[in-house]
């Protein structure tokens, strides 16, 4: 065994028992980014020595944070960012079985004693963690015991729950013991994917895709995400070559990011072999009446006549609008004076979040320096006169800024 190196990590003060406060859930999240940079930093140079720190990170974790209110989502959502990659990081380290041994020890002792989930993903890769399949399958054993004397007293109608149970079917698919795993899972006391994820894994560690796929579609319990069994169908047709059956089955569904931009990008990378062009067309007409909101992505594609249809076609936030209209000042003018109308337009209909004085001031005055420079701004502005005088947004706000502009 190769001999540790001391090392003094930062996060170790910041993770003291009892840490942090009720209140403190934004110094928490900032803290756990922290201390997941410096764990990588260190990864990149010794694995090992990353791995230590992750797991230090993850013993410290629910003590520092037990009395943390949670309630808004962040806090969960920085540990599950930070243990994918903190697990991954002790999955990867080349660490000898002794040492191995060591930190599964560790690592299951914080397991248990985490209070509200904290380190679930952990124990859903826990046959990873193992290092080998010999070691999985040791863990499996102990594990196996305990998941079946649950199943059964909850069929019997007692509520019977472990924490390991994840655990123990992750070391079965680990270690190779697939017909084994799904023979367990027939034994549940009800459908749930979060179970029947790792049956998909074994059927396709099988070379059983079909299986899988069918598998997968009735594994959907009372509270389980669609969207999860459907990325994983659609990731079976793709490692088997059925792009154009994958897209056209799941592409459009299971990828939706933050924004719509995002979600174009994601399955632009994901189906390189698809035309982007084609792509977002299919996007627009998935989301009828909501054309509007594919504008920045048309845009960002230099699809300009596009864009400017998508403006007009159906609402689309003021604020974008505007940006685009200065962005497109000088070098195309016409695709601004269009995007500047769709803006004023949208104001006067009552579109906007938070729409101030300033914003139908910003889409009035990029239509004007436009129109200038196309030689129409008579016919631009008797335009927006007709735009203002038929404002239906809250409070008159357009009529109020523009009038003293359009003589009304």
Not at 69 to 88: F, K, Q, R
Not at 200 to 205: D, I
Request: proline share 3%; net charge neutral.
């Amino acid at each position: 065994m190769r001999k540790t190196k001391i090392h003094k990590w930062i996060f170790t003060s910041r993770f003291r028992t009892n840490a942090y406060s009720w209140k403190a859930s934004k110094l928490a999240c900032k803290r756990i980014k922290e201390a997941v940079s410096e764990i990588k930093k260190a990864a990149r140079k010794d694995p090992e020595l990353g791995a230590e720190g992750s797991i230090k990170f993850m013993e410290k974790l629910w003590p520092a944070l037990q009395h943390v209110d949670s309630s808004s989502g962040a806090l969960g959502t920085a540990v599950y960012n930070a243990m994918e990659v903190l697990v991954d990081v002790v999955i990867k380290a080349p660490a000898d079985e002794k040492t191995r041994e060591k930190w599964l020890d560790r690592l299951w002792d914080a397991f248990n004693e985490d209070g509200v989930g904290f380190l679930d993903k952990l124990g859903e890769h826990w046959g990873e963690v193992c290092g080998s399949t010999q070691t999985a399958s040791r863990w499996a054993d102990e594990l196996l015991p305990i998941v079946h004397r649950c199943w059964e007293e909850a069929r019997h109608g007692s509520y019977s729950y472990f924490s390991g149970t994840g655990a123990c079917l992750s070391c079965l698919l680990s270690s190779g013991r697939h017909q084994e795993l799904l023979d367990l899972l027939e034994l549940a006391p009800h459908i749930s994917w979060h179970y029947r994820k790792y049956g998909v894994q074994a059927l396709v560690a099988m070379g059983k895709k079909g299986d899988a796929i069918k598998y997968a579609k009735a594994s959907c319990g009372l509270n389980d995400s669609q969207i999860a069994i459907d990325l994983a169908c659609e990731k079976i047709l793709l490692s088997s070559g059925l792009y154009e059956e994958a897209y056209q089955l799941y592409a459009l569904i299971v990828n939706r990011g933050g924004t719509n931009l995002a979600t174009f990008r994601s399955i632009v990378k994901k189906y390189p072999m698809k035309d982007p062009h084609e792509i977002l067309q299919d996007l627009i007409e998935s989301m009828p009446g909501e054309e509007g909101k594919w504008f920045a992505t048309a845009k960002s594609l230099g699809l300009l006549p596009l864009a400017l249809k998508l403006a007009h076609q159906s609402p689309c936030e003021p604020k974008t609008l505007n940006r685009a209209a200065g962005d497109y000042l000088d070098k195309n003018p016409k695709f601004a004076l269009g995007v500047a109308i769709a803006s004023l337009h949208w104001l006067a209909e009552g579109w906007g979040y938070e729409v101030t004085g300033s914003d139908v001031f910003a889409a009035y005055d990029y239509a004007m320096k436009a129109a200038e420079s196309l030689g129409v701004t008579d016919q631009v502005k008797a335009d927006i006169v007709k735009i203002v005088s038929a404002d239906k947004s809250p409070g008159i706000l357009i009529r109020d800024v523009l009038g003293r502009q359009l003589d009304l």
